[in-house]
């Protein structure tokens, strides 16, 4: 479901009732107004929308571009919203006194980021940044940075360069990633991902394309929403390293990863990435 909002009370009251915008439905900023955020909001820009979001205190909401939008992202505070843009969208981000932006450019779009203070950036993809001296940037890809010295740019040629950069908990060469489903087990593109079985892709390619030819897998539960908004359930995917796709500089989208099959079973887990325990049935 697709909820518009075009003014801040619109916003605050489709948060409140839409599970602060991470729950089944898109909430979109469809006017160019400043609309403010305190919290881990998720929301929407498309077409040639322009809105202003501000991020403030310690939120860390995700602000999503599609199409040729244009949204501009202010952080302050210690505020930490992520931008991702997709399409040929060019979302502006703003990042002041010790707020840390997490940039994403996929596909053909132009993501900006202008930094000021002591902020601190992550950028992905074809992102340029404007910085002052003071700024630290950690960039992967093929960001254009210009001001600051204080860079560092992660290469990312393994799989477990990949799980490293983004958190993901590996024991004994195993990766614990994740799969956003419907409430038939299933993935948007047919895959069954029941809890008790191991998945195993029909048409692995071998690695070779970024999507397609495997299966597809994220680093946490809420960022598996991106690939399947409509999500019900998630489940957590034992997934050996020996069977994930390495990561290339020119992915469009290096926030998943591809891999042949899951070594062990997959099971239910909630947004957080606990486990779901099933209640044991009386005989």
Request: charged share 25%; net charge negative.
């Amino acid at each position: 479901m697709r909820v518009e909002v075009s003014n801040q009370a619109e916003l605050d009251a489709a948060l409140a009732k839409h599970e602060n915008g991470w729950g089944y439905d898109k909430i979109v900023l469809a006017a160019d107004v400043t609309f403010k955020l305190t919290s881990d909001a998720r929301v929407f820009a498309y077409g040639s929308s322009a809105p202003r979001v501000e991020a403030n205190g310690s939120s860390a909401p995700c602000v999503v571009a599609y199409g040729s939008s244009a949204p501009r992202v202010v952080a302050y505070d210690s505020s930490a919203p992520r931008v991702v843009a997709y399409d040929s969208s060019a979302p502006r981000v703003e990042a002041n006194g010790s707020s840390a932006p997490c940039v994403e450019a996929n596909g053909s779009s132009a993501p900006c980021v202008v930094a000021k203070a002591y902020a601190r950036l992550e950028v992905r993809g074809h992102t340029k940044v404007e910085a002052q001296p003071t700024v630290s940037v950690v960039g992967f890809g093929k960001p254009v940075i210009a001001g600051t010295d204080r860079v560092q740019i992660v290469k990312m040629e393994t799989p477990a360069d990949w799980c490293a950069f983004y958190g993901v908990e590996v024991v004994d060469g195993v990766a614990t990633l994740y799969k956003a489903v419907g409430d038939d087990w299933k993935s948007p593109r047919g895959g069954n991902y029941t809890p008790g079985t191991i998945v195993e892709a029909p048409d692995w390619d071998g690695g070779v394309a970024e999507c397609g030819g495997g299966l597809h897998f994220s680093p946490r539960p809420t960022m598996a929403l991106a690939f399947h908004p409509e999500a019900k359930r998630f489940v957590a995917c034992p997934v050996a390293l020996a069977d994930m796709r390495a990561p290339r500089d020119t992915d469009g989208m290096p926030q998943k990863c591809k891999a042949r099959r899951t070594c062990a079973q997959v099971y239910e887990v909630d947004r957080d990435g606990e486990r779901v325990e099933k209640a044991e049935v009386a005989a």
